[in-house]
């Protein structure tokens, strides 16, 4: 089955920045375009990036640009997300997320939070 565990949240300063890790296992990775979300508390779940299947190409909400960059590498089935000169309002629960067959398939998540 379907399997996505993210890590390598944690709590940084403002301006710091922190790699995200999502590691997926069963189903065919590289056929799949993959997306990270984030959901901060009392909001709802947003997209924050998405990358296609074999990585040419990207896509970011406006509020991480510049600042985020996903990528993945097929050999590993692994999708990252850089964050650099993080924010406060960066601080949420960050998912990693695939779609297949129509079903949405969702990792435990990985906090992030952003203070000093």
């Known amino acids: 089955q379907v399997q996505l565990v993210e890590s ?8 710091g920045s922190l790699r995200l890790s999502c590691a ?3 189903f065919s990775f590289s056929s799949y375009p993959m997306t990270w979300h984030r959901q901060a ?4 779940r947003e997209l924050v990036a998405i990358i ?4 040419g190409m990207t896509n ?14 097929n050999a590993k089935n ?26 949405y398939y969702w990792g435990q998540g990985t906090q992030v939070t952003v203070s000093s």
């Open 78 to 103: 692994t999708v990252y997300l850089q964050m650099n000169s993080l924010k406060p309002e960066d601080t949420a629960v960050y998912y990693c997320n695939t779609v297949k067959g129509g079903q």
């Open 8 to 15: 390598g949240g944690g709590l940084v300063q403002p301006g």
């Open 60 to 73: 970011y909400a406006d509020s991480v640009k510049g600042r985020f960059t996903i990528s993945r590498d």
């Open 41 to 44: 508390p009392g909001k709802e």
């Open 52 to 55: 296609t299947s074999a990585g």
């Open 24 to 26: 997926a296992s069963g």
